[in-house]
């Protein structure tokens, strides 16, 4: 009948404008982004990449959930699988992996202390980054991860005290840090003087800092137990931050005035008057007691809930750039207004999602990585992280990424005593930590651009890769075995370098080179260091 | 861009380098064109990046270059350049006459005396990092060490505004120094390659294969490179690929470092010592085209035995910078070469019961020379007793802006820590007009 | 033969000093005239009775004997006085300066005028060991006479460290920075040997054996770089021939090499030289050699040499920090040392035993020094130069 069918028809259009462009129960967020960035490219008049192949995924996704490349193994099970679901179920397994709680450690690691944490007592944090694994084991909801490190309650060698330690007697370092990493606000410039585009004040850096201010960094005297020093956070019942205004006019000497903790967008914190005296004397033999007043607590509060402006954003927005190479508002941590993000509605749905979910980051990441935007192909126009994500970005591994990769691709097997559990030493076997953290370490500019360097490349071709590459059951002993067929080696090489066949042009060069005596050790070398192999892309 | 056919040429002519004599004859467009400068091993030796294509507008850019020789430790502004004869804390040396009418200094540097018309010295420096690891981050930054940003050091500065993108050599090269900023936030690409007290090569710049399995890996390496190039066509796939292209270059032209057969020539101009041969090393290097090259001599820290420590180190660091100032001179590289001379601190006007001097940054000296100088003055003055700047203070910002502005880099240029512009010299600092030509 | 007991002895005077710390001592002929000279240049002249007049006072507080003001003063170097050393007949002292002058005077010469000097021992007694940064504010003055050098001996064209007297001070020897070594003939005020050791050495001590024909010379320079680290070497030459006689050095370390200048092979050396051996004397029977260990090492040690075969024969002497100054008693029985750490130190050369310490320990963390030591022939009364702007004068029995 006519009326039925057209209100079918008028069905059929609603639902298809509806999983367009709003999530309801049916629809998946990943299905969600991919409209919106389809609407994007539309708008731009972009053509995106075609859909990467199953085996640039495979690579893909599983060092970006797990810091290393899928094994020989996996990668011939995963690329002859012919189950429809079988990059779903690929994900889902990889979520589960224990390497996929270090690698999101890693990546908090970095996010919150950096290469270089500033001061000399951050350096050796293993206890911080244990308890960061166990947080990501446990897939802590995110609010609450926040939260535990800014209250930074017991030891530093148990975990999320060790933050602090880094801004001993520097609570403004502190305050530029913390609002750029959990709050994506950028407040250094108005440590100074007021900002000059940015509506921030002085006064707003200062009364953030003030939350700060009645931190103390206790060294507990503690014997034996490793390298590590024991520290805790102090916080007294009085103290202020001194103001003394624009830098430019500082005078030395000049004594400032004491400014109240505000949030930020908000009026001065309500605290109990404090009772004039002199701040107490923290022993070494005991932690400090708690103030009966905590501004750090009512900071870590305010900080790590779904109230604040920025704090859902802040995290979405990493959490997007992460594996997407670009943030919605890129770089990550500068969610201002004149930092528009590129999807506001994308920003919008990715936040109030994850409120729903319950700072699941863990689902927040499978919706992404599940996305058909996040599985583009890579070959694009030459852009290392397209600003409209019309290809997939290209980023450097890590490190600790690059370590594990090489032992992987080279089938490295440990022999002999192990180092200590979560020693960077063992991180980086049988390479040395020192080195590859000195030439890997940070790839990029201070701007976030990849520049790599000479440095990398004199320690591939002149350091100490023999000794990953190499040794019994190695690649490189299947790879020189002149008794099985080339064809068959030269492919194995790839697969397991590479996780991918090799093309018929690579698979008549390798099998030259490897006819005409070239050691199967530098083959395999070859393509360890080749820029293939030292980026995710 | 590359030419293959000078190399095959070149090649079969089985050339070892030539000795590096006079610039006119072998640094000429014609000599280059002809591929007389091919080095063993068939690689056209970048000199100054005079490539192929890029000649004609690499001969009309003459690039500039700096050598910091750092005073590790600090050296006595008193048993240097600010002389107190007669003063409690003159110390026991005496100044001597120089060739510039009324600038004396001390007598411990009787070969300076004769090239202060090249130099300018600064009396009136006024930092505020008075301990090592302060005044070391300090003096080669030109910022305070601030926690959550990684200032570049000088180097790094000069390799990124004046350094050669495709060079063989690294465009930024420390020869027995210290300070550890490196490149900061302007990115690994502006590391410092470091040369060792005597002369070593750093780790892994040798390789350990033999010559034909070196070759043959890496033609098999870059094949595999370049399938990806061509795929991906990705910016960070093609910096790879250079930077490998430049770690082989550096591999072919590292003979550049050794300079034993030069050194038997040039002794006596640079002075028998250590510091004479690494600063030799640095006039090659910066013949070569190296942009920036830190030469230090350690150590400086005298809290006992002041005058004993400064008549040990001294002598041979003037010789041979004398010895360098005169070798760039006659092979008319001086004019596009700085040579900047400073310590991390300077030294107490007071003598202590060790018969030292200890740390001392209210006022002390550093000298200019070279590049975009007007030498043959001295700038500001300090009190009768060298204690206080009297006239013209000088701070660690005006000092990298006048270096910059010496080398044609514009100080206030901005690079990007995350989202925070920094510009090269401190905000606020500014270069000393009166030392500039 | 003159000798004394090193357990008896008395501090008898703490004289004031007029200009900086007092570098040099020398008793002129016996224990009632001293000669102590300063970094400007100055040597001021003491005539110290048997016993101190009645009524006099130390000079300051922690002043613990009596002060007197000197008689005299020498005037014509322009530079630090490195050395003092006065014939046994007491008719002639030498004095060698930074100012590259060796200068004779005539201790019982005339007074060429009068000029008043300005002791500022009290300013200086506020700030022990530390030269003050301003002006001392002078105290009252003291009129003494002044005189000039009978003789200067030109030769030398760098500051003069070292500076050596035979037994019958008939000669002298000395030394300078730029490794030049001079034996000269005292009466008739010329040289008569030249030498150079390394070229890079600095002369930092020299002396002559008791019959002036054997001359020891201890070469040292600081580092040119932490890694560029010139040899030491300790030697004996003969004065006839002005040639090398024994490398005492090399027997020691045979593999000693003056080529090689690296760290490592620095190492082999350093803690037998540590900042120099910058103090040297002949026993009076001229068989041994003692060689002290100068600068800021952890024990100033002294070496004793056998002066036939340079063997060692001994290391005595344990001062904190380095020695600057050492001399055989005439009976060669004990060694006297004088160092950084504020002490005098009395040993038995026979077996090395430390027999007697004068003086106390003073300063912080790096004491204050004693930068000379001198002798009176009859070895009744010993001198030490001090930092603090003070000669000390004790007496044995």
Known sequence: ?537 | MDQPDARARAGDRGNTMPPICNPTAHLSRRALMKGTLAAAGGVVMNWGGLTGTALGEEAKKERKHCILLWMNGGASQFETFDMKPGRPTGGPYRPISTNVNGIQICELMPKMAKQMDKVAVIRSMRTSQVDHPGGIYLMHTGYQPRGNIRYPEMGAVVAKYQGLGDSDLPNFVKISSNGDAGAGFLGPKYQPFGIGAEGGLPPFSTSQKPELDEKRRNDLRSFVDSQFVETSRSEVAKMHRESYEAARRLQKARQAFNIDAEWAKSKDLYGDSEFGRRCLMARRLVETGVAFVEVGQSSYDSHADNASWHRGLVPPMEHAWAGLLEDLKQRGLLDTTLVVWTGEIGRTPTINNRAGRDHYVRCWSTALAGCGIKGGQTYGESDENGAEVKTNPVTEGDFFATVYSALGINPKKENYAGIRPVPLANFGSNPVKELLD | ?397
């Not at chain 1, 996704?61 to 490349?69: K, N, P, Q, R, Y």
């Not at chain 1, 926040?146 to 370092?173: C, F, H, W």
């Open chain 1, 1 to 537: 009948m006519f009326g039925s069918r057209t209100l079918l028809l008028t069905l059929v259009l609603s639902l298809v404008a509806g999983s367009a462009g709003r999530l309801d129960a049916q629809t998946p967020l990943r299905e969600v982004i991919d409209g919106q960035v389809r609407a994007k490219w539309a708008a731009e008049k972009l053509t995106p990449a075609k859909p990467a192949t199953d085996a640039e995924f495979l690579r893909r996704v599983t060092i970006d959930l797990v810091g290393s490349i899928p094994s020989y193994e996996e990668t011939i099970a995963f690329l002859e699988s012919k189950e429809p679901t079988k990059r779903e179920k690929l994900v889902d397994r990889l979520l589960e992996d224990p390497r996929h709680a270090q690698q999101q450690a890693d990546t908090w690691d970095m996010i919150l202390f950096g290469r270089f944490p500033p001061g000399n007592d951050a350096d050796k944090r293993l206890g911080f980054q244990a308890w960061l694994r166990t947080q990501f084991e446990k897939n802590v909801p995110y609010d609450e991860l926040a939260r535990t490190i800014l209250k930074a309650e017991g030891l530093s060698t148990d975990g999320p005290a060790m933050y602090y330690v880094q801004y001993k007697n520097a609570p403004e370092d502190a305050t530029e840090s913390i609002t750029q990493q959990f709050l994506g606000v950028q407040l250094q410039c108005a440590r100074c003087h007021d900002h000059p585009f940015e509506e921030w004040k002085q006064l707003d850096f200062y009364g953030m800092a003030a939350f700060l201010a009645r931190l103390e960094v206790v060294t507990l005297n503690r014997k034996g137990s490793g390298t590590e020093s024991t520290f805790v956070i102090g916080e007294q019942e009085v103290g202020d931050i001194q103001f003394t205004g624009p830098a430019k006019d500082a005078v030395a000497g000049k004594k400032g005035e004491p400014v109240k903790p505000k949030f930020l967008h908000a009026t001065a914190l309500v605290e109990p008057a404090a009772k004039d005296g002199k701040p107490a004397k923290f022993s070494n033999t005991a932690p400090p007691p708690k103030p009966k007043f905590s501004r750090k607590d009512r900071l870590a509060e305010w900080i790590a809930d779904p109230k604040n402006p920025y704090f859902t954003k802040a995290i979405v927005n990493r959490v997007w750039g992460q594996f997407m190479g670009k943030g919605i508002s890129h770089p990550v941590d500068n969610l201002s207004p004149s930092n528009p993000p590129v999807m506001p509605e994308l920003m919008e749905t990715l936040a109030k999602e994850l409120i729903v979910h319950k700072y699941d980051l863990k689902w927040l990441t499978r919706e992404i990585v599940l996305s058909q935007a996040y599985q583009l192909s890579g070959a694009g126009d030459g852009e290392a992280m397209p600003r409209l994500y019309h290809h997939s970005r290209t980023r450097p591994l890590s490190a600790e990424e690059l370590a594990e990769c090489w032992r992987v691709a080279s089938g490295w097997t440990p022999s002999g005593a192990t180092a200590a559990k979560g020693a960077k030493s063992e991180r980086f076997r049988p390479l040395e930590s020192g080195y590859m953290l000195r030439f890997f370490g940070t790839p990029n500019s201070g701007a976030g651009d990849f520049q790599g360097g000479l440095q990398e490349h004199l320690y591939m071709n002149n350091g100490p890769l023999g000794s990953v590459i190499g040794g019994k059951g190695s690649l490189s002993e299947f790879v020189g075995t002149a008794s099985k067929p080339v064809e068959d080696r030269v492919r194995r090489l790839y697969l397991q370098t590479l996780n991918r066949p090799p093309t018929a042009i690579e698979t008549e060069k390798v099998s030259a080179y490897l006819k005409s005596g070239g050691p199967a050790a530098d083959a395999v070398w070859a393509l360890i260091t080749s820029a293939e192999f030292r980026f995710n892309h």
């Open chain 3, 1 to 397: 033969m003159p000798s004394f007991d090193p357990t008896k002895s008395k501090l008898v005077y703490q004289l004031t000093f007029g200009g900086s710390w007092p570098k040099a001592v020398a008793f002129l002929g016996d224990g009632q005239r001293l000669a102590a000279g300063n970094q400007f240049g100055q040597i001021y002249v003491w005539n110290l009775p048997a016993a101190p007049p009645a009524g006099a006072k130390p000079g300051g507080k922690d002043r613990m004997a009596p002060n007197l003001p000197p008689v005299r003063r020498l005037e014509g170097h322009v530079n630090e006085i490195s050395q003092l050393a006065a014939t046994p007949d007491g008719k002639l002292l030498i004095s060698t300066s930074y100012d590259h002058s060796v200068r004779v005077w005539r201790t019982d010469g005339p007074a060429a005028g009068k000029a008043e000097a300005f002791l500022d021992g009290s300013t200086r007694q506020k700030a022990p060991g530390k030269q003050a940064a301003k002006t001392p504010e002078p105290s009252e003055g003291v009129m003494v006479e002044t005189q000039t050098a009978s003789d200067i001996l030109a030769g030398h064209a760098n500051w003069i460290f070292a500076l050596g007297l035979s037994a019958d001070g008939t000669r002298a020897i000395t030394g300078d920075t730029s490794s030049n070594v001079i034996v000269w003939d005292i009466p008739g005020r010329k040289p008569i040997a030249k030498w150079a050791g390394y070229p890079w050495a600095w002369i930092v001590s020299a002396s002559l054996a008791p019959d002036g024909q054997t001359a020891l010379v201890s070469e040292y320079a600081y580092k040119r770089d932490d890694f560029d680290i010139p040899p030491p070497a300790l030697k004996l030459w003969d004065v006839a021939t002005a040639t090398e006689k024994l490398d005492i050095l090399k027997v020691q370390f045979p593999k000693l090499d003056p080529k090689i200048r690296t760290y490592g092979s620095s190492q082999a050396w350093r803690k037998f030289v540590a900042d120099g051996l910058i103090t040297t004397a002949f026993s009076p029977d001229g068989k041994l050699i003692a060689a002290g260990q100068g600068g800021e090492t952890d024990t100033g040690k002294v070496h004793l040499f056998d002066a036939a075969n340079g063997k060692l024969v001994r290391t005595i002497s344990g001062h904190r920090y380095g020695v600057t100054s050492l001399l055989f008693s005439s009976d060669g029985k004990h060694l006297v040392s004088g160092g950084r750490d504020t002490q005098v130190r009395i040993c038995q050369v026979a077996d090395g035993k430390e027999v007697a310490v004068l003086n106390t320990p003073r300063g912080g963390q790096f004491k204050d020094w004693l930068s000379a030591l001198a002798i009176s022939p009859d070895q009744k009364r010993l001198a030490a130069a001090d930092i603090a702007g003070i000669v000390h004068v004790w007496e044995f029995a």
